[in-house]
């Protein structure tokens, strides 16, 4: 089994109203920071797993954001690998 | 006595502090988050509520806001800062009081009526209770779980700076008293000099019987208490 | 000029926008309206509609704007009292609750988008009613919110009730109105189409009070809040591919998105805009978007509007004026600023930093016209578009299977098939008996330091500061009833619901309420709706309790199940005294016990079946307006009286439940019981049947005889069953030959644990 | 001027208290996932803004951070370029 840390981007649909982008956006601008046009939150998620390779892996993380992390009437998601060690047996 | 009530965008306890402040008898004003300049107040206090929406973190936003400059000044030179829910949070994210505020360990909002246990009645706020008193009041937050690093718990301890604590009915230190997952049970905590005061329960909801509680009328009674004695 | 004849001889042709699609049947057919009804449309507009303008007619004469099935029944509803200020078609009712003080109150459903997104559809729902009674002048002081599920055994119910109880915390916790109460139901029944009802109050002087009318030729309309965007346009009605060719999915979100801060901006926006005198009338951009609330404003004052969508302030690029008009993005308003005071309302909106835009002005023509950058889009008469949509009155017919479930014989469910204290422990522990603290914890209950009585109660109660009154409201409806006897449901729903706020010490005053129901075309939908109606109009005739307004969502289903039919009442009540305010829960031991009504074997629908046996069967309980009538008076008047300790009406889980919770209260420091019930009945119906007109009360031994006389002088059955024990004491009823007993401990799990355990398990937004 | 799109990520601090990851690995596990080891979730900022050259906008999304998009006490931030695309001038 290898070790996998995994980076899941869970991002609000484009065209669905962002409300804490449009706060932010606005907080930005009022620091000065006008040349601003645009900002969208969304979730980085880090998730340290175990599988037999990298496609497990991958397809572990996006079975879970279809189950869980992410909300599929709103959000949309993209993974992928940011470290991958062998385990070091006992 | 003059207090202000500080609205910013979002607040939405600030009418309720705002009355009861005026039941010990405060002439109390709104100050809305442009205000600059606060000659002439006795005290200020920052309101619960969802300041810009809490939305990125509960207060980052409003601490950015203008009149923040003012309040910090005002503490800086040892005038009473009280905040209450939202207002705790900003005044961690605006640095006058240490640690942060972060999501509650059930992941959900959680309104209730909670005790806490009062341990320092050196503060303006609190003089008029008696040490070990225990209160019941409401909460109602989502990001209400105070966190900090070790070495600052200890810090705070070690200096009494921690002023209220969750606890059970009937005093004990237990999970189940702690409604968010606070390090240490902290309810309420104090700066260094004692004048700023931040706290998760709502004092202010919790000052008629027909509420369900009294116990919030001690906050404020000590401040009036304090500021006469030093005003007159 | 009827509605629906325009009189005006030169016709005004509108060329068609490039890009637009052709008008063919099969567009008519997608914006849902009948080939009937496109005929009317073009008699009407005397010529073929452009896109645009078909748009806006689709929408108004869909059945949520234009009530086509059930506006002739619903004019059987009782609307007039002597207190009743404004009745149905505004935003809000409003009445007169004495002090110089106005109530305004109104219930909304978002079923369908709840249904593909819990936690925006809960929350939008919220925020859609706080503007509706905030745009009568009233500021909000209270929400409930009235909710069915599917069983929770499912990860994807768990998931959608989890997602609808924070997504109507979290908007109304963050605007700042507290929550004093609603209900919850769990029932295979809503599984695939859950129940979310949200009701609001507002508190206003008298002559604060505002309506939505765009009045004044020559006024300036102003789009206020929130953007533009395409969020759900023509959600219900249009199938978003035939747009246009380059319009994906993605790009048409049928989601709205709640934003509550700047809910709180608009509401504290509008308040102020309001009592600045400069606007003669505001109306939220609900359903339909700028065109429902601009068409009904005019049709309000009989005016006509023209509009520049080029001018309304938008999210997105490249947005037709079909889109923006049809719109429901959420957080916006439609304001009429008087001619000269456009100033004042940019003045008031820039302090709450929101955005306001000059978008239109109010016209004497009688046309709604919709300029694009000065081309006309849209050139329409007004009027019909609110009152020319066709209403229909169908034919009805009872299902043969609900008339077999209601007939079917109960008689071996009344012999209990093992340990009655382990059915009475499962009973409460049943979702739909157990403790909803799970829910209402997630909920602000406190903000704006009014709430006497918080949810949990058989009503919730505000107390109007500055004055000696307070103000108690409910929400209820058992759907199991109303399936199985429209009429009888309907009517025990009325019933229940002014039941409760007696019990707190109110006065029943009006009712607003929220009809959900099946497919209205279906006859043996149709067939409920009526009865429905029918029952509500006695029941609200019979309390005094007009209806100042309400809400109709039809469709509810799933692969053609209908849910059942939920006609939820949202009733508010007058407390004349605060010292009135009645808890629900036992206070001293030693108190005695007293049974106000009758226990009978009717256990007809009653949660007991559907816990020991999954059966939703039989008569629902016989409902006797007359004795509940005589019932409520004769508890408020020991009220008033201070004869009570506590008075606590029966429902879900019969008398045995309603003792528990008597006991437990909020949960702390429950009281022992020690009750004994004689009543020549098999145990399982003394003690779980859902017979209507019993209130349990406690009072002072020595108050106890008066109590029981007062009753009888209302001609109102009364006994006492037996006394408050001690917090060390057990829980003991027994009945003929049967009985319940069991520890405070396992009393207190059995109620407060079930929730919270169910809800601990994982949940799936898979389906 | 150039257009950015700049991602942000913002995390919690390592060590400290991540109650939504904690809930998410608790989640996981129960649904069957019991090969996860940790989780940690944060934010993911994406700001549009027009900078001179990618040096400048990295500089911005960082000075944004420190100012108010990560919380000092709590929370680690990245930055990253995810777009650039040059701006046409009428
Ligand atoms: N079930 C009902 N009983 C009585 N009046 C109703 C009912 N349903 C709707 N109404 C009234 O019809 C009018 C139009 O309702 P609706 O379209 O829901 O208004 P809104 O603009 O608030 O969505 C409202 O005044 C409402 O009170
Ligand atoms: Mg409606």
Known sequence: ?90 | MRVGVVTFPGSNCDYDLYKAAQQIGAKVEFIWHRQKNLDGYDALMLPGGFSYGDYLRAGAIARISPVMEDIIGFAENGGPVLGICNGFQILCEAGLLPGSLVRNASLRFESKDIHVLVEQTDTPFTSEYQKGQILRMPIAHGEGNYEADDQLLEELEAEGRVVFRYVSSDGELSEEANPNGSKNSIAGLSNKSGNVLGMMPHPERAMEEILGSIDGVGVFLSLATNLSTVVL | MSAGESASVTIPLVPPRTGDPEITSELVADHGLSDDEYERICRIMGRIPTFTELGVFSAMWSEHCGYKNSKRLLQLLPTEAPWVIQGPGENAGVIDIGDGYALAFKIESHNHPSAVEPYQGAATGVGGILRDVFTMGARPIAILDSLRFGDLDSARVRYLFGGVVSGVGDYGNCVGVPNIGGEVAFDRGYEGNPIVNAMCLGLMKKEDLITASASGVGNTLMAVGARTGRDGIHGATFASEELSEESEESSRPQVQVGDPFTEKLLLEASLELISSGSITGIQDMGAAGITSSAAEMAGRAGNGVEIDVARVPVREPDMTPYEILLSESQERMLVVATKGYEGEVHRILEKWELEAEEIGEVTADGRFRVLEDGAVVADMPALPLTDGCPTYEREGIEADEVRELREMDLAEHLIPEGDLTKAFLLLLASPNVASKRWIYHQYDTTVRTSTAVRPGGDSGVIRIRGTEKAIAATTDCNGRFVYLDPRQGAMIAVAEAARNLVCSGAIPTAITNNLNFGNPLKQHIYYQFREAVLGMADACKAFETPVTGGNVSFYNETDGLAIYPTPVIGMVGIIENVSHISPQSFQSEGDDIVLLGENTAEIGGAEYLYVTAGLVAGFPPRVDLTHERQLQRAVLTMIQEKELRSAHDCSEGGLACTLAECALGDGEAPFGVNVVLDDALPPVATLFAESQGRIVVSCAPDRTENVIRLAMDHGVPARKIGTVGGREESFHVTAVSGQIETDLTSLHQAYFGALPAIMNTPVSSEK
């Not at chain 1, 939150?41 to 954001?65: F, H, N, P, R, W």
């Not at chain 1, 959000?75 to 062998?86: G, K, L, Q, R």
């Open chain 1, 1 to 90: 089994m290898n070790h996998f840390r995994m980076e899941i981007l869970v991002k609000p649909r484009p065209g669905l109203l962002d409300p804490q982008g449009k706060a932010i956006h606005h907080a930005l601008r009022s620091l000065g920071w006008s040349d601003t046009q645009d900002v969208r939150v969304g979730k980085a998620i880090y998730i340290d797993l175990e599988a037999e390779d990298s496609d497990t892996a991958l397809q572990t993380a996006q079975a879970m954001c279809r189950k869980i992390l992410a909300n599929p009437v709103t959000e949309d998601f993209e993974v992928s690998i940011v470290e991958n060690t062998e385990r070091i047996t006992a």
